[in-house]
């Protein structure tokens, strides 16, 4: 028994820890694998991305615990890859040549500022008001369909294995300030994206990061989208979105008892090189 967690950072990009560290913890919880997934670089000047030039070296260190141990653990190598339709994403040749096991795709950008800054919506609140003044003329409506918009585009054109944080960019709006997410257009911009998710296969991370780092009370996706996420039947991960390796499975044991309650029973996890789904209990996952 031991949760698994596939979506965690590391010194190689804003991470704390170096991926040796996260190792140990995830021995000390007795994971059965853990995944990496720094956050793939970019072309820009971002402070969290990776670096082009560090991309092998990442690949290397991975690579390198994986033989350096008899280990009773499987390590996977990942990134976690922001989509910016022909500028980055899973496929984009610089992913493609590191030879990843998997990839979690998520949307930290929507479209850019005047002077080509790609605007980022889950950054500073000033940086996103700017961005919707800017490029949206002040209409969150039209912005938060769009953040869905470029996630079903993903889908279709760029696949990952793995949609990161779903509903991330409603950090934004705190106690529903901009918008509330019981909205009709709201709830139409996820349903239209989780019919996609269905028709595509891929799986929905449920990430805890929001609730322990205090940004959010709830999951991302929030429960209502798991609900109906349950309904359609998309496969779910629990990841915890670390950048310390104490994070590994912060908030995990409430999550799970949370996905329980919705009626999910089974995680979808990378072991033995494949896609299994294993059972789900409040206490990590169920091998047996
Ligand atoms: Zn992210
Ligand atoms: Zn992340």
């Avoid at 795709?105 to 000033?126: A, L, Y």
């Avoid at 509330?180 to 805890?208: C, F, P, R």
């Amino acid at each position: 028994m031991g949760f698994t967690n596939y979506h965690g950072h590391t010194y190689y990009c804003d991470g704390k820890g170096t991926p040796a560290e996260y190792l140990e913890a995830a021995l000390q919880q007795q994971m059965p694998a853990y995944g990496f997934s720094s956050h793939a670089p970019l072309p820009y000047d971002i402070a969290w991305t990776m670096k082009a030039e560090e991309a092998d070296a990442y690949v290397r260190e991975i690579k390198a615990l994986r033989t350096g141990l008899q280990h009773s653990i499987e390590i996977y190598l990942g990134m976690e890859v922001d989509y910016i339709p022909h500028v980055a994403g899973p496929g984009h040749e610089r992913i493609q040549r590191l030879g990843l096991d998997y990839t979690i795709g998520s949307v930290h950008f929507v479209d850019f500022f005047e002077d080509d800054r790609p605007w980022e919506i889950d950054g500073t609140h000033q940086v996103f008001m700017e961005g919707l003044q800017q490029i949206f003329k002040g209409d969150i409506r039209q912005a938060i369909e769009r953040y869905y918009a470029l996630i079903r585009q993903m889908i279709t054109e760029d696949p990952p294995h793995i949609i990161g944080h779903l509903d991330k960019i409603k950090i934004q709006s705190e106690e529903g300030k901009l918008f509330s997410e019981k909205e009709d257009w709201y709830q139409h911009a996820v349903e239209q994206t989780l019919q996609l998710i269905k028709e595509s296969g891929l799986i929905v991370e449920v990430n805890t990061r929001g609730i322990y780092k205090k940004k959010s009370t709830e999951t991302y996706p929030s429960p209502p989208i798991l609900k109906r996420m349950k309904a359609l039947d998309i496969p779910i991960m629990l990841n915890a979105d670390a950048h310390h390796p104490r994070e590994i499975t912060s908030c995990f044991e409430e999550t799970a008892e949370l996905l329980l309650k919705i009626g999910y029973t089974h995680c979808r996890v990378l072991l033995q090189g494949q896609w299994q789904d294993i059972k789900l209990t409040t206490k990590g996952l169920d091998y047996a």
